[in-house]
């Protein structure tokens, strides 16, 4: 039957058969949120989650304090603090001498279960570490993670102010606990990636100039140039690129010259050690594809081969997103991810870089434009990372257990990431192609 003059068509029901196909072509299009992924749900398993982490980290803290039988918290801190010590008391350089390091660290935890951990950091990064013995060691190492977690924590707050995840989520990853009892410096790279990516087209400049910190370690900021050039985002490069050179300058003047000579002659060493003969088992706390197909029997060639042929598709695919000034999110969660698996090199406590992913994931997934096969991708993607860190922590006390299942999270990571960009562009780069479909044929 006829509804009213203008109206259209009208059902039985009283519903005009213009609201009725909105709706089908509403559904159809998957616009609204799986069920799977509601806030309330997500919060209640991740206070779950957030309280057994607590709870664990609040048993260790009685061990260390009380039984002192073992490492003390931060047992990579002391590694930071015992080269700010040398650098004090001694000199910058003697930080790579391994019998002056492996006293001072061993100082710090007489009769502890740990084993030596060299310097191989550059002079830039041993300028933020300078000032850190001149407190007691417990005390550094509160006042480090403390400083670290505001910079986090600042970090996520601008990301999430669409509020695309609980932050109970954001609090309960388990990559932030690991690195606040790892004591390493993932907060202060993070931070830095989230205003390298997150600031980019609205304050290029300081976006450039937190790229350039990332000097401090200069494998993470490798990607970075290429997002900048590829996104034309020149002004950040350029800031990028005088932030970089201004803090080696500076190193350079305070340290001397031939302390950058030590370094590259320690990390060529280190790398060596490391990659090539899997000095201490790192392989097992290494969640790339290098040393994972190295633990399997690999030699070096077939295992950067295999880690070429995932980096390098990422990486061309990355370019093409920031060269086409695709979605913000978008673009920043394939700059993150891709940063992740284009290393050879890289810890688990590294991971905590993919929090921003998530966070951008599941903006992108909840955002207005995006179906519901590009959100369900978002967020399986999403969960893989979640869990990825906790995966290969575990495996650096329990190798024969969990490290099968790391390797599982590891290999599922840039399968579900690619599955995730082939639902992006089929639905269109920009995420609002349907929009577009449907308006072009009204």
């Known amino acids: 039957m006829n509804g009213p003059r203008g109206a259209g068509p009208v059902l039985d029901d009283g519903t005009s058969l213009d609201a ?3 709706f089908v072509d509403e559904s159809a299009r998957g616009k609204t949120r799986p069920r799977w992924f509601t806030h309330q749900r997500l919060a209640l398993y991740s206070g779950v989650l957030l309280i057994c982490q607590a709870g664990t980290l609040g048993v260790l803290a009685i061990f260390w304090l009380y039984l002192h039988n073992i490492p003390p918290f931060g047992w990579d801190f002391r590694v930071f603090w015992s080269t700010s010590f040398l650098s004090i008391h001694d000199s910058a350089i003697a930080a790579f001498d391994p019998r002056l390091l492996r006293a001072i660290e061993m100082s710090i935890g007489p009769n502890m279960p740990m084993k030596f951990a060299p310097w191989v950091y550059p002079p830039s990064f041993q300028l933020f570490v300078y000032p850190l013995a001149l407190l007691p060691y417990t005390a550094s190492y509160l006042l480090f993670m403390a400083f670290g977690t505001v910079l986090c924590i600042g970090a996520c707050r601008f990301e999430m102010k669409s509020r695309p995840l609980p932050w109970v989520t954001v609090l309960a990853f388990p990559a932030l606990w690991i690195n606040a009892l790892a004591g390493q410096n993932s907060f202060l790279t993070m931070a830095l990636a989230a205003g390298a990516f997150g600031l980019v087209r609205c304050r290029p400049v300081l976006a450039g100039f937190c790229a350039g910190l990332l000097i401090v370690k200069p494998q993470l900021a490798m990607l970075l140039p290429l997002c900048f050039l590829c996104g034309r985002h020149f002004k950040a490069f350029a800031a990028m690129a005088v932030t970089a050179a201004v803090l080696c300058l500076l190193s350079a003047m305070v340290f001397g010259v031939p302390l950058w000579l ?3 002659g320690a990390l060529a060493a280190q790398g060596n050690a490391m990659l090539l003969n899997n000095a201490n088992d790192i392989w097992r706390a290494m969640p790339t594809l ?4 190295r633990r399997l029997g690999a030699g070096s060639g077939l295992a950067y081969g295999l880690d070429a042929l995932v980096a390098l598709p990422a990486m061309a695919v990355t370019a093409l997103l920031w060269f086409r000034r695709a979605d913000r999110a978008l673009c920043a969660a394939a700059g993150v991810v891709t940063t992740m698996l284009m290393q050879p090199y890289l810890l688990y406590y590294d991971l905590t870089w993919l929090l921003l992913a998530i966070i951008y994931l599941c903006e992108y997934g909840l955002r207005s434009g995006a179906t519901k096969s590009v959100a369900n991708a978002a967020h399986g993607t999403a969960a893989v990372m979640w869990f990825l860190p906790l995966g290969y922590f575990m495996a650096v006390f329990n190798a ?7 390797v599982c999270l590891l290999a599922a990571l840039p399968i579900s990431f690619a599955f995730f960009l082939l639902r992006v562009f089929r639905n269109g780069i920009d ?11 009204a």
């Open 20 to 22: 009725k196909a909105a």
């Open 262 to 264: 030590k370094f590259f």
């Open 290 to 293: 290098y040393a994972t197909a």
């Open 400 to 406: 024969p257990l969990f490290w099968p299942f790391a």
């Open 431 to 441: 995420g609002r192609s349907d929009a577009r479909g449907s308006a072009g044929s």
